[in-house]
């Protein structure tokens, strides 16, 4: 059973991120428009599960798939859509995972879902804040139960969504 942890922000996040998309632009090529760090990896000083998110945007999903050999040679766990359609994921590390990869080609909707919740985080410290604190406490009360602790945070992640989302339409 794979123990749930969440840490407090390291500024070597940022630097992993750029070190993994550069290995990932390399494979990909120029089937790759743009590369994202997402998650709460991604947003100064919130507390994480430290597994950088990245999300490189792609010209056309179907062709992803041509390159699992090559992401497996970097470590890579190829998981197809796993359960979001459009979707490409790989997982590195195993057990102890380090790197989550979400490939969406350009124009799918989840890209700006997941930009908006970054740079609404990135904007609104406090409310990061209110995010990693009950992150930390649903991992000291689940801390072998992933499944309670990705519910436990479901309802103020929503929340979090809707308002950013509303944010996001005001700077437009």
């Known amino acids: 059973m794979r123990k749930v942890e969440v840490v407090t922000y390291s500024e070597d996040w940022k630097k992993d991120f750029d070190e993994e998309a550069m290995r990932i632009e390399k494979i990909i090529g120029s089937e790759i428009i743009a590369t994202h760090h997402i998650g709460s990896t991604s947003v100064n000083g919130l507390s994480a599960k430290p597994i950088i998110d990245i999300m490189p945007v792609v010209r056309d999903i179907k062709k992803i798939?041509?390159?699992?050999?090559?992401m497996i040679?970097?470590?890579?766990e190829p998981k197809g859509e796993n359960g979001l359609p459009d979707r490409r994921y790989f997982q590195k590390g195993g057990d102890n995972r380090t790197h989550h990869v979400h490939m969406y080609e350009i124009g799918n909707p989840e890209i700006e879902r997941h930009l908006v919740f970054r740079d609404f985080l990135r904007v609104h410290p406090n409310i990061a804040e209110k995010y990693g604190d009950l992150k930390e406490a649903l991992v000291k009360k689940f801390p072998y139960d992933i499944e309670s602790y990705i519910s436990g945070k479901e309802q103020l992640a929503s929340e979090i969504e809707r308002e950013a989302l509303e944010w996001y339409k005001g700077i437009d």
């Open 73 to 76: 040679a970097i470590g890579y």
């Open 65 to 70: 798939d041509t390159f699992n050999h090559a």
